[in-house]
């Protein structure tokens, strides 16, 4: 397991990132980053001697569909349970981190456009947030 940086959002904040280790200091991406821009899964990375990641050395193609549920919402159970019912009919790996946040793996070549259709109306009504990341 490797961290991420993310104080430039919030002071002292880290993203874990299991991996799996290629040499002393490259690491290849094993989980749907959450929170970390610019790398998803199967990217491979380097890391700084605090186990932190350095750079990315090499990009697998993959992107990463994050979804964000507005936790106070009145809609949010209906909506986790729509949006896994369609990860799972698209056949899609995925990661839910404390039933509000969603991270989706996007393969090369996979669109996304059947799922993102679903999230616009919620994210119209400010039910979610959504973006989509390489």
Same mark, same amino acid.
């Given at each position: 397991?490797?961290?991420? &940086?993310?104080?430039?959002? =919030?002071?002292g904040w880290r993203e874990q990132?299991?991996?799996?280790?290629?040499?002393?200091?490259?690491?290849?991406?094993?989980?749907?980053?959450?929170?970390?821009?610019?790398?998803?899964?199967?990217?491979?990375?380097?890391? &700084?001697?605090?186990?932190?990641? #350095?750079?990315?050395? =090499?990009?697998?193609? !993959?992107?990463?569909?994050?979804?964000? %549920?507005?936790?106070? +919402?009145?809609?949010?159970? =209906?909506? !986790?349970?729509?949006? +896994?019912?369609?990860?799972?009919? #698209?056949?899609?790996? +995925?990661?839910?981190? =404390?039933?509000?946040?969603?991270?989706?793996? %996007?393969?090369?070549?996979?669109?996304? #456009?059947?799922?993102?259709?679903?999230?616009?109306?919620?994210?119209?009504?400010?039910?979610?947030?959504?973006?989509?990341?390489?």
């Open positions: 397991m490797i961290h991420a &940086d993310l104080s430039d959002r =919030q002071d990132l299991w991996t799996r280790q290629l040499t002393e200091d490259r690491f290849e991406v094993t989980c749907l980053p959450f929170f970390t821009y610019g790398i998803c899964y199967l990217d491979v990375v380097t890391i &700084d001697s605090n186990h932190l990641v #350095a750079s990315v050395v =090499q990009k697998s193609g !993959h992107r990463t569909l994050r979804i964000a %549920l507005v936790a106070d +919402h009145r809609d949010r159970d =209906q909506l !986790h349970e729509l949006l +896994h019912r369609k990860v799972v009919e #698209a056949a899609l790996p +995925h990661e839910w981190l =404390q039933g509000t946040y969603l991270s989706v793996d %996007l393969p090369p070549g996979t669109d996304p #456009a059947a799922l993102t259709e679903v999230l616009k109306a919620p994210a119209r009504v400010g039910a979610l947030h959504w973006e989509i990341d390489s």
